[in-house]
């Protein structure tokens, strides 16, 4: 019988976390549903061998997946190659899935044939397990309702990974076009973007699965990770653009890459901003914000306070709001 769901789960030095995170999945009516794939990520810890004790003991649940280190990209192009679900979900190796929601959600899979079901998630700390925000659907939209995905998609702009269940027949019959950066941070971004050009119809079901912890150290969204990691949110950035330029997109699902596009520019601005204040990152902030203006003019960041004050005054502010953009991003992970 297949499994209605198949979980990828990126896998990289994540010991201290990992029993959590597959423990959610110990669930005896799911069994027959699930299956769990562990994509270790060439970790260094003991990843490799919590996830090998675990697909040992529960065989008809997980799979212990090994591989060189490439980044959460290759997990993911790794996880649709060994998929055998009907739909395909991904997490991360220090997050976790709600057991109620999850229950809910593959009792949804069991009725579904909409290429994308989209579900709620909780954002929280790590340590204090303070939840810090709750993903909210747009009130004009109806649940349990299936939709022609062009039709909404101008009111899913919140859309990202932790909250996207799709059909792994359309991850493995467009392999190579969706295929992932590898080697590289912030692909989670061109994960949901080249999806969303092969949605047809989409499913909300008003359910929490996911629950994302942040303010772990070494993450990519912490300041020293932003820091060390910059360019390569420049590089997914561009190759982004560049796919969208390629591809004859629908008018809505266009305005929808536009609108993800703009906020990773003006997150580019931020990365820039994040580093040690100096004239050669100034000149590169420069280099980029004139590259950016001159080449891609659907782009509006000037929309962003903060990079509307820069340019107004010709980048004069800048050690100033570098500081302020370094203090805000420590204090939200504090």
Same mark, same amino acid.
């Given at each position: 019988?297949?499994?209605?769901?198949?979980?990828?789960?990126?896998?990289?030095?994540?010991?201290?976390?990992?029993?959590?995170?597959?423990?959610?999945?110990?669930? &005896? =009516?799911?069994?027959?549903?699930?299956?769990?794939?562990?994509?270790?990520?060439?970790?260094?810890?003991?990843?490799?061998?919590?996830?090998?004790?675990?697909?040992?003991?529960?065989?008809?649940?997980?799979?212990?997946?090994?591989?060189?280190?490439?980044?959460?990209? *290759?997990?993911?192009? =790794?996880?649709?190659?060994?998929?055998?679900?009907?739909?395909?979900?991904?997490?991360?190796?220090?997050?976790?899935?709600?057991?109620?929601?999850?229950?809910?959600?593959? %009792?949804?899979?069991?009725? *579904? =044939?909409?290429?994308?079901?989209?579900?709620k998630f909780i954002?929280?700390?790590?340590?204090?397990?303070?939840?810090? /925000?709750?993903?909210?659907?747009?009130?004009?939209?109806?649940?349990?309702?299936?939709y022609q995905f062009?039709?909404?998609?101008?009111?899913?702009?919140?859309?990202?990974?932790? %909250?996207?269940?799709?059909?792994?027949?359309?991850?493995?019959?467009?392999?190579?076009?969706?295929?992932?950066?590898?080697?590289?941070?912030?692909?989670?971004?061109?994960?949901?973007?080249?999806?969303?050009?092969?949605i047809k119809t989409?499913?909300?079901?008003?359910?929490?699965?996911?629950?994302?912890?942040?303010?772990?150290?070494?993450?990519?969204?912490?300041?020293?990770?932003?820091?060390?990691?910059?360019?390569?949110?420049?590089?997914?950035?561009?190759?982004?653009?560049?796919?969208?330029?390629? &591809?004859?997109?629908?008018? %809505?699902?266009? /305005?929808?890459?536009?609108?993800?596009?703009?906020?990773?520019?003006?997150?580019?601005?931020?990365?820039?901003?994040?580093?040690?204040?100096?004239?050669? %990152?100034?000149?590169?902030?420069?280099?980029?914000?004139?590259?950016? &203006?001159?080449?891609?003019?659907?782009?509006?960041?000037?929309?962003?306070?903060?990079?509307?004050?820069?340019?107004?005054?010709?980048?004069?502010?800048?050690?100033?709001?570098?500081?302020?953009?370094?203090? &805000?991003?420590?204090?939200?992970?504090?």
């Amino acid at each position: 019988m297949q499994k209605l769901l198949t979980v990828s789960i990126a896998a990289y030095n994540v010991e201290s976390y990992l029993e959590e995170t597959l423990n959610s999945f110990l669930i &005896k =009516e799911l069994e027959d549903k699930l299956e769990v794939l562990i994509v270790n990520d060439g970790s260094t810890d003991r990843t490799s061998d919590i996830a090998n004790s675990y697909a040992t003991k529960y065989p008809h649940l997980f799979k212990h997946i090994n591989k060189e280190n490439a980044g959460w990209g *290759s997990t993911i192009n =790794e996880g649709i190659k060994y998929a055998t679900g009907k739909y395909f979900k991904q997490l991360d190796g220090d997050d976790f899935f709600e057991k109620e929601g999850l229950i809910k959600l593959l %009792n949804k899979l069991e009725l *579904s =044939e909409s290429d994308l079901i989209v579900t709620k998630f909780i954002t929280f700390k790590d340590g204090s397990n303070e939840i810090f /925000d709750k993903f909210r659907f747009n009130e004009n939209l109806k649940t349990q309702v299936e939709y022609q995905f062009e039709d909404v998609i101008c009111n899913m702009h919140n859309l990202s990974m932790h %909250n996207i269940t799709i059909k792994t027949k359309i991850l493995e019959e467009h392999y190579e076009e969706l295929k992932l950066t590898e080697n590289c941070f912030y692909t989670d971004v061109e994960y949901l973007l080249k999806i969303s050009t092969k949605i047809k119809t989409v499913t909300i079901l008003p359910v929490s699965v996911y629950w994302y912890r942040i303010g772990r150290d070494g993450q990519s969204v912490s300041i020293d990770g932003i820091c060390k990691y910059y360019n390569h949110h420049l590089t997914v950035l561009k190759k982004l653009l560049q796919y969208m330029n390629e &591809k004859n997109l629908q008018p %809505n699902i266009r /305005d929808f890459f536009i609108g993800r596009l703009t906020d990773m520019a003006s997150a580019q601005y931020e990365r820039y901003l994040c580093l040690p204040i100096s004239k050669e %990152n100034k000149m590169e902030l420069i280099k980029y914000h004139k590259w950016i &203006k001159d080449k891609y003019t659907f782009i509006n960041i000037n929309k962003y306070k903060k990079i509307k004050l820069l340019t107004k005054t010709n980048f004069i502010l800048y050690p100033f709001i570098s500081k302020y953009t370094k203090n &805000k991003i420590v204090n939200l992970y504090k």
